[in-house]
């Protein structure tokens, strides 16, 4: 799955490709696989905008402005074949430029042009598959990687063709890490497990890339429901879309599951949808981040390292999806709404989410001023 502004993109009939763009209702479809797409990503600018599918046959990247002409003009579009066998691809990125495209197949990491079919670098270390990895935008040549095997590695790749390992962690956790975030403007990494463990590390060297913080979100959200107890609030948008709560507990049954997955965790674009007199115009120096689990969307404060809204997917009777298995988030929100794709972790199965960030947040804050009858989520597909 991948989201870009009003775009999503997700595998139809597993081989071929769907780019929907939510603003017009329209679809463009691009065939070119011959097996099951298992990793998507967008690229980093917006003209031309990219996208690359991965495959265990092909690695392809499309320019959707080229595709969109051939199909306007009667002929199939075709994208530019940049890697084939490479087996089982878990992760793409591109790097910040979109001259490369990071490919994590198994425990390796194959860095290919973004332009035609050349491995620049095969990058190895990792013990167990990688599960993603992520240029630095402040430092073009580091690559950072995360692995089942539960250790990060930082990397220095000098034009694509040698590469440094600069450093390597320990063993973080008994589970393994399944996603991976750098922070820019603090030059950090924010990584989870499958038990519901976040870890930031700080990328300077001179700081020995050591732990800045352990958040446990278990933990997290148990305080978040006893703070909601306390002020009176109950999760949930009314009756109607909340009857999973107990009258004497504001906690949703499971809602906290033994285990908990983190899945994506993306920069949160939080004061969007907000208005002055909102009492989060007092905390302008904050910063938040998205975490989605397989049951729901948190958003945690990067000053306190608070959970400061929580949207458990089974409030909803709309949303067929209650377990998720794999996600995709806009990372600026577009009229203080963010766009999310989630897949279903039992069946052949991909909604389409909007979030209305505002209204997620209002309802679980008694300082927030109400604003009528505002939806926090929308199922649109």
């Known amino acids: 799955l991948a989201c870009s ?118 990058l190895d270390g990792h013990l167990a598959p990688v599960t993603a ?107 109607n879309n909340s009857k999973l709560c107990d009258k004497d507990n504001t906690r949703p049954k499971g809602s906290v599951e033994t285990s908990l997955p983190i899945l994506l965790i993306e920069h949160c674009d939080f004061l969007v949808g907000f208005h002055k007199e909102d009492s989060i115009f007092s905390s302008l120096h904050s910063r938040y981040f998205w975490i989605g689990t397989s049951t729901g969307l948190l958003i945690i404060n990067l000053a306190n390292f608070e959970l400061e809204a929580f949207l458990s997917y089974r409030e909803y009777s709309d949303l067929s999806i209650q377990i998720a298995r794999s996600y995709a988030l806009t990372r600026k929100g577009v009229n203080g709404k963010v766009l999310c794709l989630i897949t279903s972790m039992f069946e052949d199965m991909i909604a389409v989410l909007e979030v209305n960030l505002a209204a997620l947040v209002r309802t679980q804050h008694s300082d927030f001023l109400p604003r009528g009858n505002e939806k926090r989520l929308s199922v649109i597909a």
């Open 133 to 239: 990895a992520e240029f630095c935008t402040w430092e073009k040549s580091m690559l950072v990687s995360v692995s089942e095997d539960r250790t990060f590695k930082a990397r220095k790749v000098w034009d694509y063709s040698t590469s440094q390992l600069i450093y390597q962690s320990g063993i973080i956790t008994a589970f393994p890490l399944l996603s991976l975030l750098i922070d820019e403007e603090n030059k950090q990494i924010i990584t989870g497990c499958a038990e519901g463990q976040l870890w930031i590390f700080g990328l300077i060297s001179d700081h020995n890339y050591r732990c800045v913080v352990h958040i446990d979100l278990k933990k997290e959200q148990e305080r978040f429901y006893n703070k909601l107890r306390k002020s009176g609030k109950e999760i949930g948008e009314g009756q």
């Open 5 to 122: 502004h009003h775009l999503c993109a997700f595998p139809v009939n597993c081989k071929d490709l769907c780019i929907w763009n939510t603003a017009t209702a329209q679809s463009l479809y691009l065939s070119g696989h011959h097996y099951s797409i298992s990793a998507l990503s967008f690229g980093s600018k917006i003209n031309p905008l990219l996208v690359c599918s991965a495959s265990p046959d092909l690695v392809i990247v499309w320019n959707l402005d080229e595709c969109t002409e051939k199909v306007q003009e009667g002929f199939a579009p075709r994208g530019i074949v940049i890697g084939t066998l490479l087996r089982m691809v878990r992760h793409v990125r591109f790097s910040p430029d979109d001259q490369q495209v990071a490919v994590c197949s198994e425990n390796q990491i194959y860095i290919l042009s973004a332009k035609n079919e050349s491995i620049l670098s095969e």
